[in-house]
């Protein structure tokens, strides 16, 4: 065992060593979580209090009622905003009461700042239109009470208190992504190295043995995993302020380490049957693209036709996304990710197997 651990660290430092390893495992990812979680626009995991703030240019009775049915919907509003830039405001006109006792048509303004149509945003217009319906209703109908008319529920669709966004929602998916790439770039390549190299030849008449350097080879893989994951994650967090908890970030970090055994696997198998490191590199770039695009890396798979969805989940990035989905957006219990996990572990004992098999040391 000591022997298998000592190989693994050799390699380990081989990969290292290697420059291009801290633009695929640092600088790129980065890149990727800035860029496509809308330049970090994301309230980092933590619940936003619905915050509007309220310019009532109208003195009448009934701009204060329209504002007494938005207290109602337990809104956080606010009347003096002293030169804040605000993110959401509703701006009620001066003629707000006289238009609506003359039944004429009046504008009420909501103004977002910039483009955050974000899920806060949408949720104020919501209530927005709830307390409009309200007024509308008792005023033109002269019912008091009309949600014995109409009533609308809204429910969150798990147990988060918000709406993932943002770089908290990318950060999983790019450090799958990045998995892929890191682990069957410079696993498979090193392996077809070694092998031109002579090196593992000399290695099989050693006390390792092909058993030793296969468990060797699969364990430098885990260090790159386990290497790739905390970069990206301290990286991402320093940079974006962002935080998933200690609980959730536990069991995301068990799932990530689980991905990773499939993918140590089958870059050992690739390394295998693929006899020249170009080979490898361009294999595992056009592998990797295609398991994170369809496995739903690249966006949510929500928004994907359903035979989409079904070629997700005969893939094992479909199943990774889907566990970390329901640990950090859904707040599920970790009980629910096992068939997760087993799916995950079957994929990994598959291509272990396969990785076995064509277990190639001699120079092709």
Not at 32 to 48: M, P
Request: proline share 3%; hydrophobic share 50%.
């Amino acid at each position: 065992m000591r022997g298998i651990i000592k190989f693994g660290l050799t390699e380990l430092k081989l990969v290292l060593k290697d420059k291009s390893f801290y633009f695929w495992a640092i600088v790129l990812p980065v890149f990727f979580v800035f860029i496509f979680s809308g330049l970090g626009n994301d309230s980092g995991g933590k619940e936003e209090k619905t915050v509007v703030y309220i310019k009532n240019l109208d003195k009448g009775e009934f701009s204060k009622e329209l504002i007494n049915n938005l207290k109602k919907e337990k809104l956080s509003l606010k009347f003096d905003k002293k030169g804040k830039k605000v993110s959401r405001e509703l701006i009620i006109p001066s003629d707000f009461s006289d238009k609506v006792k003359s039944r004429k048509k009046v504008v009420l303004k909501f103004k977002i700042k910039g483009s955050k149509l974000n899920s806060y945003a949408i949720q104020v217009k919501i209530s927005l239109y709830r307390a409009i319906y309200k007024f509308l209703i008792k005023r033109y109908l002269g019912i008091e009470k009309p949600d014995k008319i109409l009533s609308i529920k809204t429910e969150w669709a798990g147990r988060a208190s918000y709406i993932p966004s943002g770089v908290i929602h990318q950060m999983p998916a790019t450090i799958i992504t990045f998995l892929l790439f890191n682990l069957l770039i410079f696993g498979g390549t090193n392996f077809v190295k070694l092998r031109e190299r002579g090196m593992l030849e000399r290695f099989v008449i050693t006390p390792l043995g092909r058993k030793g350097m296969w468990f060797g080879l699969f364990l430098t893989n885990m260090f790159v995993a386990f290497i790739v994951i905390i970069m990206i994650i301290i990286t991402s967090s320093l940079l974006f302020s962002v935080s998933f908890g200690m609980i959730p970030l536990l069991n995301m970090l068990f799932v990530l380490i689980v991905f990773s055994t499939f993918v140590a696997a089958l870059s050992i198998y690739m390394g295998s049957v693929l006899k020249k490191a170009e080979a490898v590199t361009g294999v595992a770039v056009l592998l990797a693209n295609l398991l994170a695009a369809l496995g739903g890396c690249w966006w949510p798979i929500e928004i994907v036709p359903d035979f989409m969805k079904k070629i997700a989940m005969v893939l094992p990035t479909g199943w990774a996304m889907a566990a970390t989905d329901k640990l950090l957006f859904y707040k599920n219990p970790f009980s629910s990710i096992i068939p997760n996990l087993f799916i995950l572990i079957g994929f990994t004992i598959v291509f272990a197997l396969l990785s076995i098999k064509f277990f190639n040391i001699e120079k092709i």
